[in-house]
Structures are given as structure tokens and as C-alpha cells.
């Protein structure tokens, strides 16, 4: 490595290269502390800078406090509407991971060519140049080769500017292999809204003006992605409304609702089933939207089949198909035995939320239908908007609409030759769509998902062939896919993998090349578009307010164009040139020459229309660029309600879908994609529905991996309102203040077991226990808590981290993590016709032991 003096300052500013010296000394939370002297002499005291937070999905605009080059408090971008101006808990834990002195400070190759947890990677420095030439020989081998499509690009967290990194670059080079996350986090939702209401994305709530909230799994005042937004409101609502939570987890949410339903995990489906049977036999249905029988007397009654010719429906299609096929004998008796939740909550839950119509949401979250067979209880969660009216709604649910005025980067077909177009031909190394038993369905088109999880599988398998050469950015697949020691064992196997990371992470264990990213808040320029919220639509800026301490590049900008100088040197120039010569400066008509500038080009490409005051838009109007970026947000006007009705549903027969014509074209074309009929897929899927079930809402019983006899109690995954997707475990506040969880401890990792099954098992608050999976097993402390469900265990996800840092880990160096992986005991299972990880429903039984 060359050290140079700019690098020799930064290596010198924190201690050690990669791995320093392994402490369990808890640091003391002094970041805030007031230096009295220089406020004495009246020094400069610093000012806020807009960016953006991406410690989830919400994407909140923020500002940071910069002073004296340093970053020391972070708060709500004031001119954001989406988060009302507000950042959550989350936001400040960003402080302490862009100074965490155990972050990846400058390029390393590994010298260990053997792969595997045991042994040492043996990384050593070298500089950026080097590793590009070595990633750039690794492609130019595939490209002689005319095996382009061994290549994949692996997303983790982005920005707007991944169409670079993850969408152009890969098609150049030629691959169809681009795999994102995305299907580990949350796609069966918005199979939920596709297939009732034609919306596949995220959904924004009215909650300035709803009267009731079903919280389906959902604990949106910690850790769903609408914390700013629910948080801001939650006050009001508790005023005006009846808040209701359904999950065998007793969350920060529930604890402050006025209804908790502690589920049996996997069988919400049951009650969403149960309340639609009780709005329509009671005669709660909003008639203004679903409309009613003609002589206006409800023949909705418990176990009789209604004729279709007696309804007439208004916006909806399908409703009493639906009640003959799944509904009319699932009443609250019916669900009660299944869910493990009383009947006469289960009335009382109906008729509350029948009664708030059309101001009635029915929330809901990846918890209730991240499930083996959740795709059904998603729908029927949507559905329920669509019984009470409250889609497309004031003080309803929000699905849908315009999305940000944004630009496309440029056309970029002509750099692809013919070797790239024969590898982007070849078929993808991901099971979506190619295998019956995984319909993936984005969109309703077989194989729109690209199921993360299965790479595993295709890369330990070679099916339908070998990935070779790896770019993975913001990612820790053998830590955040259920199934981590199959994980593991890929990576191994795995010829070359570059690994682009802020913390040197499990993930990073197997790389070949580390590369050292900036932390989006604070060291990199781009944009960040978000979904609704608050009605609003809003694309955010991310500034660099701090020089970084390291020696990092941007990964979806710098790297791909100092990768494509390599390339160039190597003989294969179309991606260099498609950089330079495409991407031109709107207001200055100028062409990158470095990374740096090709980074600032696209961001003001992408952005143009939301601060260039001459393009006409629905929103704030902003003059310029330097405005924009000091601002720091673009917000729309708000939502305007029903724009969907009357016909603009989306769907196949343009109205909210009870029985859903478009999921049955969809699984028609899967099916016959694969010549078989729509139950082959049902069986291949895993689902239990035949026949014309198949296109409604029903209820499904919850699958679990592992004999009851052996395994007998339940195992429930939830979320902690700390995590920023698992990258904050090796802070110190996120330590300190675990317990902020409810029935969580600090600097630990507890699974919470509800006394009455802790003294059948004779073990007591504190014990160390193992728990056993068919899959694996961690050892973690008991904690007796009646906040979990009888024959339940509930355990945050989060901890567990064997290399992400001395904070993370006990023992960085011995490997040996804080508590458990919930990863390790989970199932590697599908939401198949999403294309969906599985990790919730309660898909694992487990046995525990004292150890
Ligand atoms: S963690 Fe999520 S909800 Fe919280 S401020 Fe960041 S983006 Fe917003």
C-alpha cells in the first residue's frame, strides 16, 4: 500500500487498520459533552446540514450538527413533511456508527486463499488501484471466457444513485445477476395490496384522521418504518381513536393500545378472516364503497351461500364469491381455536372497527405475513380496507399514487456488445420464477422477485451454474438471511467476492477484497426518494457534511467508474465510456472527469426536476441546485383521496379486488409457464388452498419447520426500535439502552419466556439456555416475561454478531458474539409466491435447555 500523508493522518486518527486490540470496556457516552472553553471565548459553534437517515425504509430527512468538521447530533429535517420534520431514536445511533473506530479504514486483499468462520482472512492493505485491477483481471476472465453472466452484483442499503452500481452497470458488463435484499425485508406485504387493490409497494395511513387502528404485527411508535409519522400523531390518536394490536408479542405499540391480541404466530390469517365474517353477517361493511343487496336485506348469515345476482358492488368486484368460497363459516368461534384469541375479542375487535368505517385502518406489518403462508393473511388484511371503505380514503389507507418527478439515468444500450448481450441472456442464478415451487411474483409477473435467500442454494448447488466474481455492497447475507450456516458454507465455496462495507462484518469474513465505504448521512452526496408519508410524496439529499476519517470511495459511483478506468487499461472500455460520455451536468453541460464529479452529475441528473424551477411539478418549488441541497428535501403537495375509485383500481377488472381476477391470471401464467395447473403451484408452494380458494383471501394454517413432540414451543422473531437494520449493534447506545425494548435487557440478548411455561421447564429468570431449532442453536439468557404468549418465545433480532466489532461481539477476536442470531435457528423458508424470506408466523419450533 502506498501510504500517503493524507492517509498516514487518517490511518493515525483511530486506532488500528481493521481489528484493534480486542475490549469489553463499555465506553462512556460522552459525545454530547459541552466544551466549555471554546463556548467561552464566543468560537464559532457550528451549524445544521440537510441529509437523509436510512436506518430504515422511512427515509427521513434530517440535519445534522456539524462543528468544527466534526458530526455531533443529528434531528428531523424542520422542512420535511413526511416525518412531520422529525427523525426517530434510530437517527442518533448514526453519531456513533460513522466514528466507530472498528470500521473498515482503507482497500484489504485477503492472503488466505481457504475460506471459512475458522479461518483468518489474513487481510492486508493495499491501495485502490490495486484492488480495481484485481476485480477488473477477475471480469476480464469471464469476459474471455464468454461467461459474463458468473458475475452478480448484491445490494444491500442504497440510494437513488444504485441505478448505477446495481441497474446499469451489470447489463454492461453483462449479467442478469443483480440480486437486492429486498426480499428479506418485507415483499409479501405488497403482494397483500397487488392482488386487492393493484399496489406493489409500501402503503402511507391518514392518521390525522382515522377513528380506529388493527395493528396487524405492526409497532409502528418503535420500530415499522412509519415511526416519525405514527409517533408525531400517536398522541391525537389515542384521543380520537381505538388503537388495537394483534401480536403474541406484548410491543411498545400494544402496551399503549386499547386492545392486544396476543396471537398464536402464524395464525392472524384466522381473525382477519373472522372479522370480514362478522362486518358482513352484522351488517358493517361500508355501503357507500363495497355497495349492498338490492332489496337491502342482509342475507350474510353464518354458513349459507349467498346468490352473486343479489348484490349489487360499487367500487369492489368479487365480494360474494369471496363469502361463499372462504368467509361464510369463519366466525369468531371458528378463529378463536385457531388463533388462541377469544371469540368475544374477537366480536369486540369487528364490531369497533365495522363501526369506525370508513375511518378504519387495517395496518399492517411484515410480522403477521412474512409467513410460509402469508401471502393469503396479507390480502386479507387488505381486504379489510376494502370492507370498511377505507381504501383510498380519508382516515384510511394510502396505496398508491404518483411518485416523485425524478429522472432516469442515460440510455445505455449501446455499450452493451455481444458479449455482455449473451450473458444477460443466460438464465438467473436466483430461483425466482424458474423453479414452480418459486412464483416471485412482483407485480403479478412470474420471477418479478429475485428471492435473496435462494443464492445460497444456487451457489452451494451450482444451479443452474457456478456464481464466480461477487460485488456486494451494504450487505451481511450470512447474518440477515435465515439459514446461516448454509450461508456460510456458500461463501466459502464462493471463488471471489468483493465485499464494499462501512464495519467489517460476518459477511466480510469470506471476502477476497474489502472495500471501505462512506456512511450515507454524513460522507457521500446522492438522493434518496421515499414512498408516501403523511400524504406526502418526498425525495431527500444526502450531503457530504463531514470528510470521512478513512480512506473511502463512494460504492455506487466512485467504485463502478474507477472500475471501468481498470477495465479500460485491460482492454474493455464501454463502461468508462458510457460514464463519460452520457452523463452531463444539467446546469453546466459539463462531463465527469473523476469519480467524485461522476458522482455530483448523477445526483443532479437524477434530481433536476425537483430544483430546476422551470420544470413544471406537484410540490415545493426550489431554485436550483445549491438551494436543494441546502434545504435538504422536496416535498409534494398532499395526497389527494379517491383518486383510485370509479374504475382506477389497477386491476385486471379495475376494481378493489375481493376474489382477485389478477392473482389468478398471474398464477395462470406461472403455472403454465411450468405446464401445470394453478393447484401444482398451490401444492409446490407449500399452501393448502385447491380449486378457486386460490384467488381469495382465506385462511391458511401456520407452517412450522420441526416435530411438535420434539420441538414444542414456538419460536417468534420481532424487531427492536434500536436496530438500524442490524448495523447498530456494535454502539454503545444501542447496548446501553436495550432495554428500551419492552422485556429486553441492556448489553445483553434475552429470549422471553412466559413464566408459566419457564416453571414447567424449571428454569428461572437469568439461566443461560440453549435453544435448539431442526436448523441450529444459539445460547442466550432466559428472561421470564408474561409480555410473551404462553408457548411462545420471543426474542429481538439484532444481536448476535460474531464479527462486526468489539462492541457487537463479547470477544471479537475469539468470534465469540453478545447472545444469539436469530438467523441460526430460523428456517431457510419462503413466502413463495412473493418470493419473500419466511422468517416470522412462528415458522420454527424450538426446545430449550439450561445450560
Ligand atoms: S431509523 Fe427510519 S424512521 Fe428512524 S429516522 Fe431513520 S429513516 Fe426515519
Redesign the pocket.
Known sequence: MKVNRRNFIKLSAVSGLFVAGASQTKPMLNAFTKNTEAAAKNEPQGEWIAS?????????A?QVYRINGRATKVR?NPNAKA?HG??????HL?LQQVYDPDRVKQPMKRTNPKKGRDEDPGFIPISWEEAMDIIADKIMDLRKRNETHKFSVWRGRYTALNGILYGNMPKIIGTPNNVSHSSICAETEKHGRYYTEAYWGYADYDHENAFYELMWGADPIASN????HTASLFGKLKDQAKIAVVDPRLSTTAAKADEWLPVIPGEDGALAIAIAHVLLTEELWYKPFVGDFKDGVNRFVAGRTVNEEDFEEIQTYGLVKWWNIALKDATPEWAAERSGIPAEQIYRVARDFGRAAPRAISFMSPGSNMVVRGGYTAQAMAALNGLVGSADNVGGVICGGESCPVNSFPDFEKYIDSIAANGNSMPRADFGGRKLEMPAMNAGNSGGIKPTNTIADSILNEDPYSLEVVMSYWTNFNYSNQGTDRWDEALAKLPFMVHMTLNPAEQTHFADIVLPVPHHMFERLSAVRGSNGNLYRHCHIQNEIIESPFDVRIDETEVPWMLGEALERKGFSNLIDYFRNEFVDPETGKKPTNGKEFNEIATKIYTQPLWDPTIEKQGDVINGWEEYKKIGTWNSIPYRFRQKWNGNWGTETGQFEFYSETLKKALEAHAERHNVNVDKVMEATNYTARGELAFVPHYEPAYRVGDENEYPLIFSDHRSKLN?EARSANTSWYQEFKDADPGDEAWDDVAKINPIDAKKLGIENGDMIKITSATGSITVKAKLWEGTRPGVVTKCYGQGHWAYGHIASLDRKKQIARGGNNNTILAPVHEALSGSGARHGGQSRIKIEKV
Open positions: 437523509t437517515c436510512q436506518g430504515c425504509t422511512a427515509w427521513c434530517v428531523g416525518n422529525h427523525s426517530c431514536v434510530r437517527s448514526a418504518r412509519q415511526v416519525p438500524r
